[in-house]
């Protein structure tokens, strides 16, 4: 057995992918020796005692970090700076403290100024969930196989970034390093757009008249059926992720509105050869996706 | 064993769904006494012979409808005039004409001035298939638990509508009788629109930089993969789904567009409680599809 990477960590809101790594921990003795948990509300911090999720659940997130060596803020990307002004004293000297939030740039900002010299920060960002939320959605083998970032800043510690490295390589990810904003951009088309426009459809639905409401719900075709998985997820993180991401996210907006209306007008003037073409660019996406095994 | 509903049953193509009916009356007595299959494509119907799916192959919809008591039209819908036109004067005096489009309007207009006194024609939309295609994408438990949503023109034989109903409740689905510009309506925004979406945002995406593009790919997350899925959808199929159901889908595309910028607005303003009342109404919306386990 790896000794663990972390003497104790400290995981800063403890939700799906919080717990996720909190049962990983547990299930091995390799990432840390003690896990102190920090939950804003009471029947969370009594869920995660009551699942055997953390050594210790503190409601003051500065009494959850004092004596870490690795902090994970796993919270709303918008508590975080919020967050960061609360344990930025407490931080013990060597300490690592990443995050897991969806977007990279917002981080740099919103915690950068408050880390104390001495501590290595460096946002990171696992390409892993599920619909559900709350620390009984997670589970311990969500990490496998798929991608975690890292956005280390200029200067970043080589010997904390190795070490952060390996703690995802533990929890089975592949990691990558890259820079914020271009993290930014590329999870604004892969993942924040498609979200946005789930939301969406769930609400243009919605405002249909009451029998074509309940038909929709009936008769859901696979195409809905998936929008609405993806629309499942926690309101909380998501208007955080939005607002977080704003910049990248609108120009994505704008681009996708653009070509939507590009073939609004190919169905309104029957031009069959630039659907087909459209569709066509759907398919090849999507062989690239299987021959990258990551369908 | 029940007798088959249909002496001699003809399938003007034989693709995911038309193989499907194939597959499920070959392994039951109950639906067909033989299998005649029309397929334009020579490379096809060597396949379906090879893979055993029909009794007769033809080259000519004419003498494969010839005789037969049940014939379905599983082409695209765009096909479906020329079809008409060429097995009118064949179809048998009692024959059940129907089809699986997904457009009924359009069939309607396309098919009906073309059928002769004595035939019953009552189109058809079984609510159910994959993202592949072709004679080896079918299989036989296809349509099991799924809605098949029949739209009678007035006047239509009860006789006719009740085997034509038990013939799909056979293959294991739930019939339901509606109009056809109801029917568009509601497929419009469950099936039509979420796939334009998804057609739509595989370009967008595969329109970025070169570089992005690798990483679109690379880190596509949950988001944009159930996207894909859809997108790898039949290019005819869908051009012509689009093309034949053109006022609904573009009003609920307005009604989308509409939507989406004013969530655009909430992102740009910071507007977080209008963002968050968007993804509970998505959250809605997923819960009622679980209730009635369509999920």
Same mark, same amino acid.
């Given at each position: 057995m790896a000794e663990p990477l972390f003497r104790r960590l400290a995981l800063l809101g403890i939700g799906l992918i919080g717990s996720s790594l909190a049962r990983r921990a547990r299930a091995g003795g390799d990432l840390a020796g003690e896990i102190i948990a920090y939950a804003p509300s009471e029947a969370?911090?009594?869920?995660?005692?009551?699942?055997?999720?953390?050594?210790?659940?503190?409601?003051?997130?500065?009494r959850a970090v004092a004596g870490a060596d690795g902090v994970l803020l796993c919270a709303p990307v918008g508590a975080f700076a919020g967050l960061a002004e609360a344990i930025a004293p407490h931080l013990a000297r060597g300490a690592i403290l990443s995050d897991v939030g969806s977007t990279k740039q917002s981080v740099l900002r919103d915690v950068g100024p408050h880390v104390p010299?001495?501590?290595?920060?460096?946002?990171?960002?696992?390409?892993?969930?599920?619909?559900?939320?709350?620390?009984? *959605?997670?589970? !311990?083998? &969500?990490? /496998?196989?798929?991608?975690?970032?890292?956005?280390?800043?200029?200067?970043? @510690? %080589? *010997?904390?970034? !190795?070490? &952060?490295? /390996?703690?995802?390589?533990?929890?089975?990810?592949?990691?990558?390093?890259? @820079? %914020? *904003?271009?993290?930014?951009?590329?999870?604004?088309?892969?993942?924040?757009?498609?979200?946005?426009?789930?939301?969406?459809?769930?609400g243009t639905a919605d405002d249909l008249a009451d029998e074509s409401r309940q038909e929709v719900l009936e008769f859901a075709a696979s195409g809905f059926r998936d929008f609405t998985r993806i629309a499942a997820s926690d309101p909380v993180m998501w208007r955080d992720v939005f607002l977080n991401n704003r910049e990248a996210l609108l120009e994505m907006l704008a681009r996708f509105t653009e070509d939507a209306q590009a073939m609004a007008r190919a169905v309104r003037w029957g031009d069959g050869a630039y659907i087909e073409d459209k569709v066509e660019r759907g398919r090849k996406i999507r062989r690239g996706l299987i021959e990258l095994k990551q369908a």
């Open positions: 969370t911090r009594a869920r995660v005692l009551e699942l055997g999720l953390a050594d210790r659940v503190e409601a003051d997130p500065a010299a001495g501590v290595h920060f460096i946002p990171g960002h696992p390409l892993a969930g599920t619909e559900h939320s709350g620390p009984d *959605a997670g589970f !311990a083998t &969500l990490f /496998e196989g798929r991608w975690t970032l890292l956005t280390p800043p200029p200067d970043t @510690d %080589a *010997a904390a970034l !190795a070490r &952060l490295t /390996e703690f995802w390589r533990r929890c089975g990810a592949m990691v990558k390093t890259m @820079d %914020a *904003a271009h993290h930014d951009r590329v999870l604004a088309i892969v993942s924040h757009l498609p979200h946005l426009l789930a939301f969406t459809i769930c």
